[in-house]
């Protein structure tokens, strides 16, 4: 096949495939709306376009030289959107569209544009929802790790507590920890903001790694306290701050600290890489 059929095959691919992925992105748009530990998702494209807007002046010195590879991806994205399709696994159709827009850019533009926007098409995996499975399979030891954690912290403080599973009895008022409190929805939410900041500020290695993972202890003792923090209002000033809009509330509160907890990570580690390089 030579390359203006390929290219030539490669459009039509891409033309049934994004025709085809209508629903498929409608249905994406609709889990961003309905899963809660997603709904940063309506932000991730906005955050892609950003990093490809980073990438400018990298773009313009890569010459164009479309690449064969361009189809490989294209297909495999359709096949992807097929099997998902037709196994009703959502999380396969959706990973066809990193796939197809992969393929789209190697084969109109070349593997060397593909390798620059390599982190943005990677990072926009921060918007599609896990598959049920996996979701519940880290969920649920969070949830439990996150009654543990509270119930410890509550003991620490002198604070009669009683824990029973995923359930948290205190003096006045019993809390169970169910999936919702897990912490998954601010861990990922976390981990995506890590991550971003890890290539806003031009961490490398190591470090980078280090300061991007660092997000999930940071939310898993975050999330601890809140539930902490929870009971400690609910058991001693009102049961209603247990719930409702109180709730709602210190989890933002929570997590706004988490973030904070993040930007000082940064600041001591650029702070240690000044004294090394003073040393």
Not at 174 to 189: M, Y
Not at 195 to 223: D, M, R, T, Y
């Amino acid at each position: 096949m030579t390359m203006q059929k390929e290219r030539l095959f490669l459009l039509f691919t891409v033309l049934v495939a994004v025709t085809v992925s209508f629903g498929n992105i409608e249905k994406l748009v609709d889990d961003w709306r309905t899963i809660p530990s997603y709904s940063h998702g309506f932000l991730i494209p906005f955050v892609v376009i950003f990093l490809v807007y980073l990438e400018r002046e990298r773009l313009k010195k890569v010459s164009v030289s479309p690449s064969r590879w361009g189809v490989v991806c294209v297909c495999a994205g359709t096949v992807l959107l097929v099997l998902g399709s037709l196994s009703g696994l959502d999380f396969l159709r959706q990973l066809s569209i990193v796939f197809l827009a992969a393929g789209i850019v190697a084969g109109f533009w070349g593997t060397s544009m593909l390798s620059v926007l390599r982190f943005p098409l990677l990072y926009s995996l921060f918007m599609i929802p896990l598959p049920y499975i996996v979701y519940n399979a880290l969920a649920f030891p969070l949830q439990m790790l996150a009654a543990r954690g509270a119930a410890q912290i509550l003991n620490h403080l002198d604070v009669p507590v009683f824990r029973e599973g995923n359930i948290i009895h205190l003096p006045h008022i019993s809390l169970g920890v169910v999936q919702a409190c897990s912490g998954i929805q601010s861990l990922v939410s976390l981990l995506a903001i890590s991550v971003l900041l890890a290539k806003i500020l031009n961490l490398h290695g190591a470090i980078a790694w280090f300061f991007a993972l660092s997000a999930i202890p940071v939310a898993v003792v975050s999330n601890m306290s809140r539930i902490a923090m929870t009971g400690l209002l609910g058991s001693f000033l009102d049961p209603a701050l247990a719930e409702g809009f109180f709730h709602l509330f210190s989890g933002w509160m929570v997590f706004m600290f988490a973030f904070v907890v993040l930007v000082i990570e940064l600041k001591t580690i650029r702070l240690l890489k000044g004294l090394t390089r003073v040393a």
